[in-house]
Protein backbone atom coordinates (compact mmCIF):
# COMPACT_ATOMS: atom_id res chain seq x y z
CA UNK A 1 0.00 0.00 0.00
CA UNK A 2 1.22 3.54 -0.91
CA UNK A 3 1.87 6.28 1.35
CA UNK A 4 -1.22 8.46 -0.03
CA UNK A 5 -3.26 5.23 -0.18
CA UNK A 6 -2.25 4.90 3.71
CA UNK A 7 -2.81 8.63 4.31
CA UNK A 8 -6.25 8.45 2.37
CA UNK A 9 -7.28 4.55 4.57
CA UNK A 10 -6.11 6.59 7.84
CA UNK A 11 -7.99 9.92 6.51
CA UNK A 12 -11.23 7.95 5.87
CA UNK A 13 -11.57 5.80 9.08
CA UNK A 14 -10.57 9.45 11.14
CA UNK A 15 -13.97 10.99 9.34
CA UNK A 16 -16.12 8.18 9.76
CA UNK A 17 -15.00 7.74 13.39
CA UNK A 18 -15.33 11.92 14.09
CA UNK A 19 -18.81 11.49 12.36
CA UNK A 20 -19.99 8.61 14.35
CA UNK A 21 -18.67 10.58 17.80
CA UNK A 22 -20.30 13.87 16.66
CA UNK A 23 -23.94 11.95 16.25
CA UNK A 24 -23.72 9.68 19.24
CA UNK A 25 -22.99 12.71 21.27
CA UNK A 26 -25.72 14.92 20.25
CA UNK A 27 -28.41 11.42 21.11
CA UNK A 28 -26.09 10.10 24.08
CA UNK A 29 -25.53 13.67 26.12
CA UNK A 30 -29.36 14.03 27.04
CA UNK A 31 -29.96 10.42 27.47
CA UNK A 32 -27.22 11.00 30.26
CA UNK A 33 -28.49 14.29 31.81
CA UNK A 34 -32.21 12.26 31.74
CA UNK A 35 -30.62 9.26 33.30
CA UNK A 36 -28.23 10.45 35.67
CA UNK A 37 -29.26 14.13 36.41
CA UNK A 38 -26.99 16.92 35.83
CA UNK A 39 -25.28 17.32 39.10
CA UNK A 40 -24.20 13.57 38.89
CA UNK A 41 -22.92 13.72 35.27
CA UNK A 42 -21.44 17.07 36.19
CA UNK A 43 -19.24 15.45 38.95
CA UNK A 44 -18.62 12.56 36.17
CA UNK A 45 -16.86 14.77 33.78
CA UNK A 46 -15.01 16.89 36.42
CA UNK A 47 -13.99 13.41 37.78
CA UNK A 48 -12.49 12.45 34.26
CA UNK A 49 -10.73 15.46 33.51
CA UNK A 50 -8.57 14.05 37.01
CA UNK A 51 -8.11 10.68 35.64
CA UNK A 52 -6.90 12.43 32.41
CA UNK A 53 -4.14 14.28 34.60
CA UNK A 54 -3.50 11.26 36.19
CA UNK A 55 -2.84 9.72 33.18
CA UNK A 56 0.25 12.57 32.75
CA UNK A 57 1.78 9.62 35.04
CA UNK A 58 3.93 7.74 31.67
CA UNK A 59 5.50 11.31 31.12
CA UNK A 60 4.93 10.82 26.97
CA UNK A 61 6.99 7.89 27.29
CA UNK A 62 4.15 5.26 25.66
CA UNK A 63 3.51 7.78 23.20
CA UNK A 64 6.86 7.79 20.80
CA UNK A 65 6.78 3.98 20.68
CA UNK A 66 5.38 4.19 17.15
CA UNK A 67 8.34 6.25 16.50
CA UNK A 68 10.35 3.98 17.78
CA UNK A 69 9.01 0.93 16.82
CA UNK A 70 8.51 3.03 12.94
CA UNK A 71 12.35 3.56 13.12
CA UNK A 72 13.05 -0.46 13.79
CA UNK A 73 10.76 -1.62 11.01
CA UNK A 74 12.55 0.43 8.77
CA UNK A 75 15.65 -0.79 9.66
CA UNK A 76 13.87 -4.14 9.41
CA UNK A 77 15.29 -4.74 13.04
CA UNK A 78 12.97 -7.25 14.61
CA UNK A 79 14.93 -8.05 17.22
CA UNK A 80 15.03 -4.57 17.97
CA UNK A 81 11.62 -4.26 18.01
CA UNK A 82 11.08 -7.17 20.26
CA UNK A 83 13.58 -5.50 22.88
CA UNK A 84 10.74 -2.44 22.33
CA UNK A 85 7.82 -4.95 22.99
CA UNK A 86 9.17 -6.47 26.23
CA UNK A 87 10.36 -3.23 27.31
CA UNK A 88 7.28 -1.43 26.53
CA UNK A 89 5.42 -4.41 28.50
CA UNK A 90 7.34 -3.73 31.39
CA UNK A 91 7.07 -0.17 31.70
CA UNK A 92 3.16 -0.76 30.89
CA UNK A 93 2.61 -2.53 33.68
CA UNK A 94 4.43 0.18 35.96
CA UNK A 95 2.93 3.14 34.56
CA UNK A 96 -0.21 1.34 35.43
CA UNK A 97 0.31 0.97 38.89
CA UNK A 98 1.45 4.19 38.93
CA UNK A 99 -1.66 5.64 37.68
CA UNK A 100 -4.06 3.39 39.88
CA UNK A 101 -2.11 4.80 42.99
CA UNK A 102 -2.22 8.27 41.68
CA UNK A 103 -5.91 8.18 40.93
CA UNK A 104 -6.28 6.27 44.46
CA UNK A 105 -4.34 9.70 46.07
CA UNK A 106 -6.97 11.62 44.41
CA UNK A 107 -9.80 10.18 45.27
CA UNK A 108 -8.59 10.67 48.73
CA UNK A 109 -7.81 13.92 49.05
CA UNK A 110 -10.31 15.79 46.28
CA UNK A 111 -13.65 14.86 47.92
CA UNK A 112 -12.35 17.05 51.14
CA UNK A 113 -10.84 19.97 49.14
CA UNK A 114 -14.17 20.29 47.60
CA UNK A 115 -16.52 19.26 50.41
CA UNK A 116 -18.18 16.33 47.96
CA UNK A 117 -20.71 14.97 50.13
CA UNK A 118 -20.93 11.40 51.10
CA UNK A 119 -23.63 10.43 48.28
CA UNK A 120 -21.72 11.91 45.99
CA UNK A 121 -18.66 9.97 47.06
CA UNK A 122 -21.03 7.16 46.90
CA UNK A 123 -22.71 7.63 44.02
CA UNK A 124 -18.88 7.98 42.31
CA UNK A 125 -16.89 5.20 43.88
CA UNK A 126 -18.27 2.06 41.65
CA UNK A 127 -17.74 4.17 38.60
CA UNK A 128 -14.30 5.40 39.08
CA UNK A 129 -12.73 2.45 40.43
CA UNK A 130 -13.84 0.08 37.38
CA UNK A 131 -12.82 2.78 35.16
CA UNK A 132 -10.03 3.37 36.91
CA UNK A 133 -9.07 -0.62 37.20
CA UNK A 134 -10.21 -1.18 33.36
CA UNK A 135 -7.06 1.61 32.79
CA UNK A 136 -4.48 0.34 34.91
CA UNK A 137 -5.16 -3.23 33.11
CA UNK A 138 -5.17 -1.87 29.20
CA UNK A 139 -2.07 0.49 29.89
CA UNK A 140 0.76 -3.00 29.16
CA UNK A 141 -1.18 -3.51 26.15
CA UNK A 142 -1.10 0.20 24.63
CA UNK A 143 2.34 -0.81 23.44
CA UNK A 144 0.69 -3.19 20.92
CA UNK A 145 -1.24 -0.43 19.97
CA UNK A 146 1.83 1.72 19.35
CA UNK A 147 3.30 -1.34 17.16
CA UNK A 148 0.53 -1.28 14.83
CA UNK A 149 0.70 2.81 14.39
CA UNK A 150 4.45 1.95 14.36
CA UNK A 151 4.38 -0.52 11.13
CA UNK A 152 1.71 2.14 9.80
CA UNK A 153 -1.50 -1.11 9.64
CA UNK A 154 -3.89 1.67 8.88
CA UNK A 155 -6.86 -0.43 7.91
CA UNK A 156 -6.30 -2.50 10.94
CA UNK A 157 -6.02 0.88 13.30
CA UNK A 158 -8.75 2.34 11.51
CA UNK A 159 -11.15 -0.19 12.10
CA UNK A 160 -10.63 -1.20 15.88
CA UNK A 161 -10.79 2.60 16.62
CA UNK A 162 -14.81 2.47 15.05
CA UNK A 163 -15.58 -0.41 16.32
CA UNK A 164 -14.05 0.98 19.75
CA UNK A 165 -16.07 4.46 19.41
CA UNK A 166 -19.62 1.64 18.45
CA UNK A 167 -18.97 -0.17 21.39
CA UNK A 168 -18.68 2.53 23.83
CA UNK A 169 -21.46 4.08 22.71
CA UNK A 170 -23.58 0.39 22.45
CA UNK A 171 -22.62 -0.58 26.15
CA UNK A 172 -23.48 2.70 27.27
CA UNK A 173 -26.82 2.95 25.65
CA UNK A 174 -27.64 -0.77 26.74
CA UNK A 175 -26.86 0.19 30.20
CA UNK A 176 -28.49 2.91 30.80
CA UNK A 177 -31.45 2.10 29.72
CA UNK A 178 -31.00 -0.64 32.63
CA UNK A 179 -30.84 1.89 35.05
CA UNK A 180 -27.27 1.60 36.15
CA UNK A 181 -26.31 5.16 35.52
CA UNK A 182 -22.89 6.20 35.81
CA UNK A 183 -21.59 2.75 35.74
CA UNK A 184 -23.06 2.73 32.31
CA UNK A 185 -20.96 5.49 30.91
CA UNK A 186 -17.72 3.70 32.76
CA UNK A 187 -18.40 0.46 32.00
CA UNK A 188 -18.51 2.05 28.09
CA UNK A 189 -15.42 3.38 28.31
CA UNK A 190 -14.06 -0.02 29.83
CA UNK A 191 -15.57 -2.12 27.69
CA UNK A 192 -13.86 -0.25 24.57
CA UNK A 193 -10.35 -0.13 26.21
CA UNK A 194 -10.00 -3.39 26.86
CA UNK A 195 -11.40 -4.13 23.73
CA UNK A 196 -8.86 -2.16 22.16
CA UNK A 197 -5.92 -3.66 24.23
CA UNK A 198 -7.34 -7.53 23.37
CA UNK A 199 -7.39 -7.01 19.59
CA UNK A 200 -4.13 -5.04 19.72
CA UNK A 201 -2.32 -8.61 21.03
Given at each position: MSRRHKALVAASFGYLQYAFALISGI?????VLKHVGAR??????ASGELLGYAAMVDLGV????????AQADGRRDRDGMRRLLANGLTLGGL???G????????WIAVPHVFGLSAEDRQRLTVPLALLVTATMVAYPFRVFGGLLAGVQDVTFNGRLAVAQSALS????????SQGYGLVALSAGAAASMLLVSLAGC
Open positions: VLVPLSYGLWLLGVLPWLFVGVYALLALGLVGVTLALL
